[in-house]
């Protein structure tokens, strides 16, 4: 990596509160901290984000890579997160020509806290060819065994998201943050900070929704299969079939259901059915 200047402005992930129970009784209780961060590039304000503070400085720089902000990972030159004054300075040599116009096209998302999607990028039809990856059942079954293992915020205080770069079953990278958004544009600015564009990682998983902004994101990265234990929306399978990537969505247990997964997904390890699965499918 060339020389970026990258301040290492981590704060934790929870805090403790008093809180009263059920039975009247005082205890303490963590939860999980959401600050304010205002992303500043070449001192053009951009967004505010809400975030726990884990690895600011990737999640910004993975935002605006996500974005199209960033271009060229030389052309970077600094970020410097300050939390007495809640804000990102990103330095740049260039910027996108197209920059007002990017930023005067927005797209309000169903990303935790109304995402913000600039310019045209759901409407991308010329990203890099993905990977067809296949995944067996079995290889399924055992990363979601893993990932138990990585919650670790939301097992002590809930009310976060976590996302995963992940090579089979095995976890390369997991994050979480307070939006899934957030969780997976930090990944995407670790991997590019490392200069790590053709990532080991084969598979992405969120604990969020198979939205339109998720699916776009992780094609972004050159992924091209995402797991998820919650569902999918309609703009999420559209563009999943656009760029070719794999989705599967629902992924609890031994349960999951894959959309796009001809040829790609072997049913190895098929459970057995039991009375009223079908019913509760």
């Known amino acids: 990596m060339h020389d970026i200047s990258l301040s290492r402005a ?19 209780q963590a939860i999980a901290a959401e600050r304010a961060l205002t992303v500043y590039l070449n001192r053009r304000e951009i967004v505010t984000l809400m975030t726990l503070g884990a690895d600011p400085e990737a999640l910004v720089v ?33 910027l996108p020509e197209d920059l007002e116009e990017r930023l005067g096209q927005r797209t309000v998302t169903t990303g935790c806290g109304q995402g913000t999607v600039f310019g045209r990028l759901l409407e991308a039809t010329s990203l890099r060819p993905l990977p067809t990856t296949a995944i067996r059942q079995s290889v399924l079954y055992r990363l979601l065994d893993n990932l138990g293992a990585y919650n670790e915020t939301y097992r002590s205080a809930g009310a976060v998201h976590g996302c995963a770069l992940c090579r089979q079953e095995g976890v390369l990278d997991f994050i979480e943050d307070v ?67 794999l989705l599967i969505a629902r992924a609890k247990g031994r349960r999951f259901q894959a959309i796009h997964g001809a040829g790609r997904l072997e049913l190895d390890a098929v459970p057995q059915r039991r009375p009223g699965d079908r019913a509760r499918a």
Request: proline share 1%; net charge negative.
């Open 62 to 94: 993975g935002y605006l890579r996500n974005q199209g902000l960033l271009i060229e990972q030389a052309d970077l030159q600094a970020v410097h997160v300050d939390w007495e004054v809640e804000a990102a300075a990103v330095v740049t040599r260039h």
């Open 10 to 28: 981590r704060l934790p992930a929870t805090l403790e509160i008093e809180v009263l129970d059920e039975f009247g009784e005082a205890k303490r």
């Open 179 to 245: 939006g899934r958004h957030n969780a997976v544009d930090t990944l995407a600015g670790r991997q590019w900070l490392a200069e790590a564009e053709s990532t080991d990682a084969d598979i992405f998983y969120t604990t969020g929704r198979l939205t339109s902004e998720m699916v776009l994101k992780v094609a972004q990265m050159g992924i091209g299969v995402l797991v998820s234990r919650s569902g999918v929306t309609q703009k999420g399978v559209e563009l999943a079939e656009r760029f070719g990537v």
